[in-house]
């Protein structure tokens, strides 16, 4: 799917005194000349019935609307509005999922949406959280809205077909250029899956009613009518996927369709047990508290006591080819961690110099292919710190200040950490799971437990696949008159920095196989020597070695060295996030999304290729069924 993205070419237009915003690549308008708002509302807002299914949600029943083109965003807006002003007073939650080949730039996408002071509460949250023009699903959270956006990137026909379908969605606005102007968008290909993203109550909008579209969704068995359209538009499209019984009743008036299959009494409030309180389990609590779950994390020891309890945490993100973006899962977490981060106050924006130790043409290559402002080609003469290493500048790049970042967490009124070494699970007879001690006491009751608790997970899930340990230890030492800039970090198969005013950090050491925790002289040898490799002469004038300090935690990960995200068994409500490696930090704030898609059914943010490559069931051999030596006349 992956190609780099062309952010939209624009004409501009004044209509009435109203700047409207015109696809060269299309030749066609973004929105109404006669008013883009009130057609929105009339087309895809009341063709979908939403002011009455919205109004009309359970307590934490969750919503999907898909749109096939975000071009200025107005859809999404105009439906965020609206959620806005009749949604229910409580956790019910409305998600946005839409495909944008050619997104504006986001000065373009300023310009267009001053158009609508109504709106501009919501465009400048908008605005806020817009993606970088890079391929891939960028989820866009806004917690406190109840409400949030999956904008996937790319064309039309390489997306839909990798969005799991982990819920159905609820509503479409087929949207986008005419028929005649953008003829890809309104494939069979396309058709197909949204077909296959929808389900039975499913229901659809267009301003266009042209034939292929019709036929498109008639195929499938999806009831078409053509109310009247926008005022000179003498009709559009509305449709419904009807139970086979009922497809041969009219949809000319009001939808009376449900919200899907989901059965009434998964709307409720979960209580989920986490057992580990490292970055996996912290993060895993955030991402389902911020959806109003109530949640108790235990660990056998204080929180972060294991490998993320460092003094500092590096978002340190080796970017791959821009052509494999959508589905490379460092870059994926990179970008989401990013957006995630910076509501905490732990968070602190910097600069990372990568070094082209190896393969430096191939390395500095990079910087050509990502937009402007994300990467940046250096010689040796540019670094604050003299070496002979080329480098690879990632401009916005994060740190973070682990027990910052915890005491946070745990500051939310739906999460509670409590001191406790879990012996087992069981399930009760009611369908909840007890969480017992080694003590035998009973802890609590829970919808769902998850195990982020590095290899101990093997205790509570069954038949997990293979978690190396990896002994990692980071050394810090004071450097008051050595300071390098706070702003600044340095990758070079370890990493340096300045962990506050006085001290350096660095490392870290990694030796596989390794469960020891103390903290070794030889260990900091190993952090001088890689530090010595890159900055020779910087390296020289630091303190000793045996003045440094330091912190040796053991990380785990799995044989591939991708994340373990997900249940082993189908028929219990036992997760795990684990195997996270040396990227806890930055793999973490994705998976927990993901794990919650997954727990809660809800929209996934990743394609199909990456949540096959979590599947912690992707080690599991299928057997072919065999067949018999002759069949039975």
């Not at 807006?77 to 495909?99: D, E, G, K, T």
């Not at 996408?109 to 001053?114: D, T």
Request: glycine share 6%.
């Amino acid at each position: 799917m992956s190609k780099a993205i062309q952010t939209a070419d624009l004409d501009w237009q004044s209509v009435d005194g109203i700047e409207v915003p015109i696809s060269k690549q299309f030749g066609d308008v973004y929105f109404s000349k006669d008013n883009g708002l009130l057609e929105t509302r009339h087309v895809f807002l009341n063709g979908n019935d939403l002011t009455t299914r919205l109004a009309n949600l359970q307590d934490f029943e969750y919503f999907s609307v898909g749109e096939t083109g975000f071009g200025t965003g107005l859809n999404i807006l105009a439906l965020w509005q609206l959620w806005q002003q009749i949604r229910p007073n409580n956790h019910s939650h409305l998600h946005a999922i839409s495909v944008e080949k050619f997104p504006l730039s986001k000065a373009d996408l300023i310009r267009a949406l001053n158009v609508w002071p109504e709106l501009k509460p919501l465009a400048d949250q908008l605005i806020e959280q817009y993606p970088l023009p890079i391929a891939g699903c960028h989820r866009l959270s806004f917690p406190n809205e109840r409400f949030s956006i999956d904008l996937w990137l790319g064309d039309a026909q390489d997306v839909f077909p990798v969005i799991p379908k982990t819920t159905q969605v609820n509503a479409w606005f087929l949207d986008g250029f005419a028929p005649s102007c953008n003829p890809d968008i309104w494939a069979e290909k396309v058709l197909n899956n949204i077909v296959r993203l929808s389900g039975i109550g499913t229901t659809f909008s267009s301003f266009s009613v042209a034939g292929l579209l019709k036929r498109g969704l008639q195929q499938h068995g999806i009831s078409i009518s053509r109310p009247l359209g926008f005022k000179h538009k003498r009709e559009m499209l509305k449709a419904i996927w009807n139970t086979p019984e009922n497809n041969h009743e009219s949809v000319m008036g009001d939808f009376r369709v449900g919200n899907g299959s989901t059965p009434a009494h998964k709307f409720k409030q979960r209580h989920i047990a986490i057992i580990g309180a490292g970055i996996a389990g912290l993060s895993c609590a955030w991402a389902l508290a911020q959806r109003g779950h109530q949640i108790t994390i235990y660990d056998q020891s204080a929180p972060l006591s294991g490998a993320s309890g460092n003094p500092l945490a590096l978002l340190n993100p080796k970017l791959g080819s821009i052509e494999q973006s959508s589905k490379h899962l460092i870059t994926l977490a990179w970008l989401y961690a990013l957006k995630h981060y910076q509501h905490f106050r732990a968070f602190r924006p910097i600069s990372i110099h990568q070094l082209a130790q190896k393969n430096p043409e191939e390395v500095l290559e990079l910087a050509e292919q990502y937009p402007h402002g994300v990467l940046k080609a250096q010689s040796a003469d540019d670094l604050e710190l003299q070496t002979t290493f080329q480098s690879l500048q990632l401009i916005n790049a994060g740190s973070i200040y682990p027990q910052q970042l915890k005491d946070q967490i745990l500051e939310h009124d739906l999460i509670q950490f409590k001191q406790a070494s879990i012996d087992h699970t069981q399930q009760l007879e009611n369908g909840l799971f007890s969480v017992i001690d080694t003590d035998q006491n009973q802890l609590g009751q829970f919808d769902h437990v998850i195990a982020c608790c590095a290899k101990a997970c093997e205790k509570f899930i069954e038949n997990l696949p293979v978690l190396k340990p990896i002994r990692g230890q980071v050394s810090w030492l004071d450097n008051q008159n050595l300071q390098l800039n706070q702003n600044h970090a340095y990758s070079f198969g370890g990493y340096c920095m300045q962990l506050n005013e006085r001290q350096l950090i660095l490392g870290a050491s990694f030796y596989p196989d390794r469960q020891d925790t103390d903290v070794l002289l030889a260990d900091h040898m190993h952090n001088y020597d890689l530090i010595h490799s890159a900055f020779p002469q910087y390296a020289e004038k630091l303190a000793h070695v045996s003045e440094w300090q330091g912190r040796a935690s053991i990380r785990v990960q799995s044989l591939d060295y991708f994340p373990f995200v997900g249940r082993m068994d189908e028929t219990k409500e036992i997760y795990t996030l684990t195997g996270l490696g040396s990227k806890g930090f930055l793999f973490a704030p994705l998976c927990s999304e993901v794990l919650a898609s997954l727990i809660l059914g809800e929209a996934c943010p990743v394609p199909e290729a990456v949540l096959k490559m979590l599947n912690v069931r992707r080690f599991v051999k299928k057997v072919k069924p065999k067949k018999p030596y002759f069949k039975a006349k």
